[in-house]
């Protein structure tokens, strides 16, 4: 995703709005939960990736998640959850949680505005980052769920890099 160009950064008291647009001008499919709260589904290579933005005007707080599209069994969550530690390492921004009831792996990110308002740059960098970190680590979640690895082994080989060209 490039910056929207064609949008200016304007003043947005509700950041929810400024997301709106922007949704609605990516042409992302979208549902917005009263004014505090929206969904958005973005496409991605492995997969289409379940954002939600919720805004705390209490907090002046924006709170960001990036789904992925899978579920880690009951069996294997204690894995996931090492392989959550040993990916929030290798992070500078955000962190991957494990939705408890679901089973469902994300990354989060809250931004804390303090008063400042929310730019169309700064969403769609935040989209960019978490989606790109998502993108980078989908085999690893892969290989840990469904392929039975260690949280060790499936950063291993989700990281591997290839040597030469084919």
């Given at each position: 995703m490039t910056t929207t160009t064609a949008l200016m950064d304007e003043a947005t008291p509700?950041?929810?709005?400024?997301?709106?647009?922007?949704?609605?001008?990516?042409?992302?499919?979208?549902?917005?939960?009263?004014?505090?709260?929206?969904?958005?589904?973005?496409?991605g290579h492995w997969c289409d990736y379940g954002l939600f933005f919720a805004w705390s005007?209490?907090?002046?707080?924006?709170?960001?998640?990036?789904a992925f599209d899978m579920r880690a069994p009951r069996g294997r969550r204690g894995e996931i959850l090492e392989l959550l530690a040993l990916?929030?390492?290798?992070?500078?921004?955000?962190?991957?949680?494990?939705?408890?009831?679901?089973?469902?792996?994300?990354?989060?990110?809250?931004?804390?505005?303090?008063?400042?308002?929310?730019?169309?740059?700064?969403?769609?960098?935040?989209?960019?980052?978490?989606?790109?970190?998502?993108?980078?680590?989908y085999p690893a979640f892969q290989f840990a769920i469904w392929g039975g690895k260690s949280a060790q082994e499936a950063i291993d080989a989700a990281l591997l890099e290839t040597v030469g060209e084919a």
């Open positions: 509700n950041p929810i709005d400024l997301i709106e647009s922007i949704a609605a001008y990516k042409e992302w499919t979208f549902e917005r939960r009263g004014d505090r709260e929206m969904a958005v589904e973005v496409p005007e209490d907090l002046d707080a924006l709170h960001f998640s990036c990916l929030n390492e290798r992070l500078w921004l955000g962190h991957y949680a494990l939705w408890s009831e679901t089973g469902i792996p994300m990354f989060r990110h809250t931004v804390l505005l303090s008063g400042q308002e929310l730019s169309r740059t700064g969403v769609e960098e935040l989209v960019d980052i978490a989606v790109g970190e998502c993108e980078r680590f």
